[in-house]
């Protein structure tokens, strides 16, 4: 049985993670999944935006104890197994693996169409990770966010130290990471944590219609909107103009941008085709 559930509305892709009685736990075969998910949307024109959600009243709880709950192999050992990176690496790359489940991370951040997560539920540990790896998150009012990883002696991974100071400032994220405290929908909305609050029953059609918004735009510029973006907060600012630059060349040469520009001198709704 699968564990991410694909749904397809229009040009958007929904992407359910579906271990509802483990709340959605982050097992190797979820992520592979996940990871094969967005290859095939990257690949398929038709996806525009992605949705990520969580099955039950999760949203993901992060790593399964039970994968944790090993002998002695070690963690690097351990992932790569749980992972399917046994076969994959050479000896000397298991030996000394500085990135471990931070290529599932680069995969997913590195993905170039828009990626918003609805969160249904808890979102804690390395689910609170994964949410924070979308471009925008919104939330049912039962949300509840917690980095956890301090709780059971671990620290943060999945790129959550680069991304949530990021999002929240320094502070508040060395309060959220140092405590592993719970913060409701509510809080995680003042700390610009999460774009909105939903209720909980218009989560999932209020995110959609959300995420077909964003297709409705021309979609080769949203993704040269989302590269720009990604290099935004550790470029400098002549570094970012010699980015951005490019980006215009090649989407002023495209059939969307005559037609966006044809559209607003008619006043009429653009059509765009993304090519």
Same mark, same amino acid.
């Given at each position: 049985m699968s564990e991410v559930v694909l749904d397809r509305h229009g040009a958007v892709l929904v992407l359910r993670l579906s271990r509802p009685q483990q709340r959605n736990g982050l097992t190797g075969t979820l992520l592979a999944e996940y990871l094969a998910a967005l290859e095939e949307a990257r690949r398929d024109d038709a996806v525009r935006v992605?949705?990520?959600?969580?099955?039950?009243?999760?949203?993901?709880?992060?790593?399964?104890?039970?994968?944790?709950?090993?002998?002695?192999?070690?963690?690097?050992?351990?992932? %790569?197994?749980?992972?399917?990176?046994?076969?994959?690496?050479?000896?000397?790359?298991?030996?000394?693996?500085?990135?471990?489940?931070?290529?599932?991370?680069?995969?997913?951040k590195s993905f170039d169409k828009p990626m918003i997560a609805a969160v249904n539920g808890a979102a804690a540990g390395g689910g609170f990770a994964l949410a924070m790896l979308h471009d925008i998150r919104l939330a049912s009012e039962r949300?509840?966010?917690?980095?956890?990883?301090?709780?059971?002696?671990?620290?943060?991974?999945?790129?959550?130290?680069?991304?949530?100071?990021?999002?929240?400032?320094?502070?508040?994220?060395?309060?959220?990471?140092?405590?592993?405290?719970?913060?409701?929908?509510?809080?995680?909305?003042?700390?610009?944590?999460?774009?909105?609050?939903?209720? %909980?029953?218009?989560?999932?059609?209020?995110?959609?219609?959300?995420?077909?918004?964003?297709?409705?735009?021309?979609?080769?510029?949203?993704?040269?909107?989302?590269?720009?973006?990604a290099r935004s907060l550790d470029n400098s600012l002549h570094a970012q103009l010699e980015l951005e630059w490019p980006y215009q060349v090649a989407a002023f040469d495209t059939d969307d941008a005559k037609e966006g520009i044809a559209a607003f001198r008619e006043r009429r709704p653009p059509r765009f085709r993304g090519r």
């Open positions: 992605v949705v990520t959600t969580g099955e039950g009243d999760a949203f993901s709880a992060g790593a399964d104890v039970d994968d944790l709950d090993s002998d002695s192999k070690g963690l690097n050992a351990l992932m %790569h197994e749980k992972l399917g990176l046994t076969d994959t690496l050479s000896t000397a790359d298991r030996a000394f693996d500085r990135l471990g489940i931070g290529r599932e991370t680069l995969a997913i949300a509840t966010f917690t980095t956890a990883f301090v709780r059971i002696g671990l620290v943060a991974e999945m790129g959550l130290s680069y991304t949530l100071p990021r999002a929240i400032g320094l502070e508040a994220a060395a309060d959220l990471m140092y405590t592993g405290r719970l913060v409701d929908a509510k809080e995680a909305l003042a700390l610009r944590m999460i774009r909105r609050v939903l209720p %909980h029953d218009r989560l999932m059609d209020e995110t959609v219609a959300y995420a077909e918004q964003i297709a409705a735009q021309a979609p080769i510029a949203v993704q040269f909107a989302k590269r720009t973006l």
